[in-house]
């Protein structure tokens, strides 16, 4: 069973930058990762996903150009990279992984789950 530990979340002004990473508790190099999100009242929204090269990644279009997913396959790691943070970015951020090729963007074709970490960013 692989467990996600996420690290980085906090407090940010609307502009500033976060560093999102989640640890994978055993080897998942050649897996899927992604980054979700879930704000207060709503659904569980995907963010980013990277394969296991590092060089196919996917966005959803409101973080294009503002964050950067990427891995480290040595250390089983995935960060998320998040720059001009707005208001609306605001929500629960989850890691997550897959071992299927393609787990698309719905959270229920995700097999591994972290606990999630806060990201808040004040107006």
């Known amino acids: 069973q692989v467990q996600l530990i996420e690290s980085g979340g906090g407090l940010v002004q609307a502009g500033g930058s976060l560093s999102l990473s989640c640890a994978a508790s055993l ?11 879930q704000a207060p009242g709503k659904e569980r929204e995907f963010v980013a996903r990277i394969r296991w090269s590092g060089s196919d990644t996917f966005y959803t279009d409101s973080v294009k150009g503002r964050f950067t997913i990427s891995r480290d ?3 089983n790691t995935v960060t998320l990279q998040m ?7 605001t ?5 997550a992984a897959s ?3 393609a787990p698309g963007t719905e959270p229920g074709n ?3 789950w972290g606990q999630g970490t ?6």
């Open 118 to 123: 806060q990201v808040t960013v004040s107006s």
């Open 110 to 112: 995700w097999m591994y």
């Open 73 to 75: 396959n040595t250390k």
């Open 27 to 37: 080897p998942t190099s050649d897996y899927v990762k992604g980054w979700f999100r």
């Open 99 to 101: 071992p299927y090729l």
């Open 91 to 95: 929500a629960v951020y989850y890691c």
């Open 83 to 89: 720059n001009s943070l707005k208001h609306e970015d």
